[in-house]
């Protein structure tokens, strides 16, 4: 009976490590898909040890060829026969492209197969870098192989919406066609962000690539970014590459709390300045609560290295992603504020608003139409009234508000706070600026105050007319 148990016992085991290893094998297959021309393509189920000549085999009789009349190009390259699928870092949903080679010579297929072709560019990291720092080309020679960091490249993602580490991938810059084959490497961080900087051969159908078939000026490259770390959404799938974020390949010390971190952020500064990321953020926040960013005149509302170094303002705002959601959102509005005090604009300046408002400049009567309908006076951005402006306190040259206020430097006096309360529950008599309540009723308001006694409208706030009492007597 033992001896059955036993044999039972090991059977079992041995369908339970079949059943294992088959999961293994499906969860280590790839899902890609062949884009065959513009519209078509197939999918595959492949596994990563294969090479691109067993792809060629499988594809070509489902679109009538021969696999040595087929190139795949992948990245930006036309991968060889013997390169493997583990070499080409693809991910789940990835595309590749294949293409009808036109007739070459037999010396040139030769080169193809003994050439090993790998997508990524396979320097092209190392290039970046030295490009942004002054890191040594010797240095990173020097590195170990398995000291090389896979990735350097990183990345805003919208749908991860965090820091990711990221791709590099081409198409082409007349059709977008990733059916697109590069002339050479870019060398630095000009050749991918700036347009028609490198050119290539689209292998598009011409029909479809009008600068194929016009031959109007050179076939150039568009290079764009890619999460790494979610399933691909197909071509259109992009990332803001996050290019100032890199490896720290020297080790060099953060700024500000001397650690050595594995990923940095490096200002675009001679001196190469870095600061670790969490030290980074803490710059950008404390920087954002004092408003202290800047508003450039070509670059927006940013900073620059906390060193002082000229020319070294963030040129990519998207690097302010690392901040929360909220602080991120503050930074949107305070960079819309700015942008309107600059351009000669003025903001509500009632409590809770802040609205933009770009007014005529000879325009003395302000009213908040898009905003909380606050009707002010431009020069004292107080409620408006007749006659002259008189002074107070409270009015900051700014435009901004005192809750604002209150906010940024919390050692405003207390008794300020009621000064906010009031300028919130109640609108001034346009004539003698007396703080007045209104509690039901219709919008007919007449001063209580002695000696003034004015008549004027809740809504307008001027004095009361027929057409106040016909348009909004009562709301």
């Known amino acids: 009976m033992s001896f059955l148990i036993k044999f039972f016992k090991s059977i079992f085991y041995k369908m339970l490590e079949l059943i294992s290893s088959k999961n293994n094998d499906t969860s280590s297959s790839l899902s890609v898909y062949v884009k065959i021309g513009s519209d078509n393509a197939l999918h595959l189920e ?30 930006g390259r036309e991968l060889a026969n013997n390169v493997s699928i583990d070499e080409c870092d693809l991910g789940q949903q990835s595309i590749l492209h294949a293409v009808k080679i036109k007739a070459r010579k037999k010396s040139t297929v030769e080169e193809q197969e003994k050439k090993i072709v790998k997508t990524l560019f396979e320097n092209l990291s190392d290039n970046l870098l030295t490009d942004v720092t002054t890191y040594e080309k010797s240095t990173l020679d020097g590195l170990k192989p398995e000291n090389h960091i896979k990735r350097h490249f990183y990345v805003f993602c919208a749908t991860c919406k965090s820091l990711k580490p990221g791709k590099i991938r081409v198409r082409c810059h007349f059709c977008k066609s990733g059916a697109f084959t590069v002339h050479a490497d870019p060398q630095n961080w000009a050749d991918v962000l700036e347009p028609k900087k490198l050119t290539g051969d689209c292998n598009n159908d011409p029909d479809i690539c009008t600068n194929v078939l016009n031959n109007s000026e050179p076939n150039f490259a568009e290079f764009y970014f890619k999460c790494a770390e979610h399933i691909s959404l197909g071509e259109t799938d992009e990332a803001v590459p996050l290019y100032l974020i890199k490896p720290n390949l020297q080790h060099n010390e953060c700024i500000a709390c001397l650690d050595v971190s594995e990923i940095v952020f490096a200002f675009p500064c001679t001196e190469d300045h870095i600061l670790c990321l969490s030290c980074f953020q803490e710059y950008c926040t404390t920087r954002l609560k004092e408003r202290q960013f800047f508003q450039h005149s070509e670059y927006g509302y940013t900073l620059s290295c906390p060193m002082g170094c000229p020319k070294s303002f963030i040129k990519e705002v998207h690097h302010f992603r690392l901040l929360s959601d909220d602080e991120y959102q503050q930074y949107h509005r305070f960079a819309a504020e700015e942008f309107v005090l600059q351009t000669g604009g003025i903001l509500c300046p ?55 206020a209150i906010s940024v430097n919390p050692c405003i006096r207390v008794d300020d706070a009621s000064k906010v309360t009031i300028r919130v529950s109640t609108k001034p008599c346009p004539n003698c600026k007396t703080p007045t309540e209104r509690d039901g009723g219709c919008m007919h308001m007449v001063c209580t105050r002695r000696g003034c006694e004015f008549n004027w409208c809740w809504v307008c706030q001027t004095e009361w007319t027929r057409d106040c009492m016909a348009n909004h007597w009562f709301g």
């Open 350 to 404: 009632q409590p809770g608003c802040g609205m933009g408002i770009l007014p005529d400049p000879e325009c003395s009567r302000i009213t908040c139409i898009n905003g909380c309908g606050f009707v002010f006076c431009r020069k004292c951005l107080q409620g408006y009234h007749i006659g002259e402006c008189e002074s107070s306190e409270t009015v900051l040259e700014t435009g901004a508000d005192i809750y604002t």
């Open 46 to 75: 492949i596994d990563p040890v294969w090479n691109i000549k067993k792809i060629k085999e499988i594809i070509a009789p489902q679109i009538g060829l021969m696999p040595d009349e087929i190139k795949i190009i992948f990245a």
